[in-house]
T-cell receptor
Framework: ETGVTQTPRHLVMGMTNKKSLKCEQH?????MYWYKQSAKKPLELMFV???????ENNSVPSRFSPECPNSSHLFLHLHTLQPEDSALYLC???????????????FGPGTRLTVL | DQQVKQNSPSLSVQEGRISILNCDYT??????FLWYKKYPAEGPTFLISISSIKDKNEDGRFTVFLNKSAKHLSLHIVPSQPGDSAVYFC????????????FGQGTELSVKP
């Protein structure tokens, strides 16, 4: 496997379910990100982990819970979601931050989530 | 308030001609800009970037221009090819604001043979 992988690629869940999204990067990066992309909207940064520590939490509801057990893996645990949470969830990784900037981010293919 | 804006949701260009994708920003602290390309069912892929100390960066058929006074950047693709058909996102970051990327809404480019 190369690059950034995400599983599952598609997920349909009910509002009472608990599920997890998984991301794995094979690029030797030390920063990982979760983004949400809703239809016709820009990518929204949700969480940033740098060296396995959360450095950014963009006012995301607590029904989204990230976990970064090591620099290669990132999870997004989902529980009691709402239909408006249906979106494409993208994981990314990068070197850095170095010198205060986040270098070019490499994205996974995303998980298309539908909440019924 | 959207700090990075791509006002054209779509653009159609003939193969072989130039494609020009535009992006405007409002935050004068942004000092690094990137363009990403996204095909359906795939994640965005990095295309080209530019630092605020430059006004032009070229990589093969792709050139990014930065006009800091106008807070405007553009991506030129020449000659355009059908395989360039995708959604293009511009993104910006500010060193003294954590450096996280702020994305525009994207412009869908269609290159017709």
């Amino acid at each position: 496997e190369t690059g950034v992988t995400q599983t599952p690629r598609h997920l349909v869940m009910g509002m009472t379910n608990k599920k997890s999204l998984k991301c794995e990067q094979h690029l030797g990066h030390n920063a990982m990100y979760w983004y949400k992309q809703s239809a016709k909207k820009p990518l929204e940064l949700m969480f940033v982990y740098s060296l396995e520590e959360r450095v950014e939490n963009n006012s995301v509801p607590s029904r989204f819970s990230p976990e970064c057990p090591n620099s290669s893996h990132l999870f997004l645990h989902l529980h009691t979601l709402q239909p408006e949470d249906s979106a494409l969830y993208l994981c990314a990784s990068s070197h850095g931050p170095s010198g205060g900037t986040y270098n070019e981010q490499f994205f996974g293919p995303g998980t298309r989530l539908t909440v019924l | 308030d959207q700090q990075v804006k791509q006002n054209s949701p779509s653009l159609s260009v003939q193969e072989g001609r130039i494609s020009i994708l535009n992006c405007d920003y409002t935050n004068s602290m942004f000092d690094y800009f990137l363009w990403y390309k996204k095909y359906p069912a795939e994640g965005p892929t990095f295309l080209i970037s530019i630092s605020s100390i430059k006004d032009k960066n070229e990589d093969g058929r792709f050139t990014v221009f930065l006009n800091k006074s106008a807070k405007h950047l553009s991506l030129h693709i020449v000659p355009s090819q059908p395989g360039d058909s995708a959604v293009y996102f511009c993104a910006a970051s500010a060193r003294n604001q954590g450096g996280k990327l702020i994305f525009g809404q994207g412009t869908e480019l269609s290159v017709k043979p």
